[in-house]
Nanobody, 125 residues
Framework: QVQLVESGGGSVQPGGSLRLSCVAS????????IGWFRQAPGKEREGAAC???????YYVDSVLGRFTISRESSKNTVYLQMHSLKPEDTGVYYC???????????????????WGQGTQVVVSS
């Protein structure tokens, strides 16, 4: 069974930075993508960033240039370094795995069992 444990969420002022971490276990695929979805209060879930099995990064337009995703494959760990945070970035950030990064970019969602519990990010003055 897939298990994803996120950490690193917190509260920051606009313009600040946070670094999220996620450790995956129980993934049986030969190779997999891992990344982040998020859900702002009162809004629908959306993709944020994804790292393919080889580490190639993909970002949605709203975070491009501000967020950096990286993975440490030997430990099944992925990071999301977030800079220049905006109030619109507030929400719960979920670590998610899938066969590839296509769903992040197409507005689709991996199965619920592929998601972690989430970590909260609050950006406010």
């Amino acid at each position: 069974q897939v298990q994803l444990v996120e950490s690193g969420g917190g509260s920051v002022q606009p313009g600040g930075s946070l670094r999220l971490s996620c450790v995956a276990s129980g993934v049986t695929w030969d190779g997999y993508a891992i990344g982040w979805f998020r859900q702002a209060p009162g809004k629908e879930r959306e993709g944020a960033a994804c790292a393919a099995y080889d580490g190639s990064p993909y970002y949605v337009d709203s975070v491009l240039g501000r967020f950096t995703i990286s993975r440490e494959s030997s430990k099944n760990t992925v990071y999301l370094q977030m800079h220049s945070l905006k109030p619109e970035d507030t929400g719960v950030y979920y670590c998610v795995v899938d066969l590839d990064c296509s769903k992040w970019l197409l507005g689709a969602f991996p199965p619920t069992e592929n998601w972690g519990q989430g970590t909260q990010v609050v950006v406010s003055s």
